[in-house]
């Protein structure tokens, strides 16, 4: 279950609120990016994808965190009854789908690591979670960065960047690309019909 694209800009709006930073306005460039790469897809819902990149890092709400904001996110929308964007917030940060290949602290306890690594072990990406995994790539504040940019940002500011984490990055731009018929840049720069 989803809320509506109305309800999902509210939240986030009172999750800005929270915890003021870029953070909020990288969201809203994530669901721009996943709108306009889905509907050129043709077998997505764009308007799903829209909600589900408004919301994907909706656990920073609680503070500044680094892989907190992925549990307190999950059980956040798993608390209001929103499945979906539940699974987006697990799944968002984990193109490779295990925990190892987060880059950043690991800043939840012992019980909240391992009920994510089930969670995440249970979990069978879809196009959906593949999507945010790459908009959240594209995205930043500023608007949509070049992706290699924005890997090579992630490196200077975390000291690394695993190889195997960026080839992920580049195959599910790849993917995308063939999937839409497109090259991601032109779709994600593009305006909306």
Known sequence: MLPSQIEAAELLKEAEQCNPGPWGRHSLVTAQCAEKIALACHDMDSEKAYIL?????????????????VYDGWKYMLRLGYDEAARICLTHSFCEGTLECYIGKFDITEAETKELRQALAQTTFDDYDRLIQLCDALAAAEGVVDMEDRMNDVRRRYGSYPQSKWDKNMELKHYFEKKAGKDIYEIVRSQLP
């Not at 408004?54 to 904001?69: A, E, M, N, Q, T």
């Open 53 to 69: 990149g408004l919301l994907h890092d909706i656990g920073r709400k609680f503070g500044v965190r680094h892989l907190g904001h």
